[in-house]
């Protein structure tokens, strides 16, 4: 079965960095474009960024754009989230997902049919 498996989560102060990893497997990784969202506590689960198949194309929701970035590793089967400079309201579970493709828009949920159980990133001020 498809499995998609994040680490890399932890508590860091505001201003540092964290990677995120996301392991896939039970998919054909190469032939997925993948994204990462989050979830504040208490809040809607939020796009993040995405990356196509090769990862030669990327696209980032402005509240992150110019500090993370999303790479992948088709060999390894394993999609990154590097986070500089993070800031408090970064604080969230954060999810891998895989897409399915459909026509609508990159920033939406439904567009994703496999996600991983989440990390936490918890950002100290």
């Known amino acids: 079965q498809v499995q998609l498996v994040e680490s890399g989560g932890g508590l860091v102060q505001a201003g540092g960095s964290l990677r995120l990893s996301c392991a896939a497997s039970?998919?054909?990784?190469?032939?997925?474009?993948m994204a990462w969202f989050r979830q504040a506590a208490g809040k809607d689960r939020d796009f993040v960024g995405r990356i196509s198949r090769s990862g030669g194309t990327t696209y980032y929701a402005d509240s992150v754009k110019g500090r993370f970035t999303i790479s992948r590793d088709n060999a390894k089967n394993t999609v990154y989230l590097q986070m500089n400079s993070l800031k408090p309201e970064d604080t969230a579970v954060y999810y891998c997902?895989?897409?399915?493709?459909?026509?609508?828009?990159?920033?939406?949920?439904?567009?994703?049919?496999?996600w991983g159980q989440g990390t936490q990133v918890t950002v100290s001020s």
């Open positions: 997902a895989a897409d399915s493709g459909p026509p609508i828009a990159y920033s939406a949920s439904a567009r994703y049919d496999y």
């Open positions: 039970g998919l054909t990784f190469s032939g997925r474009a």
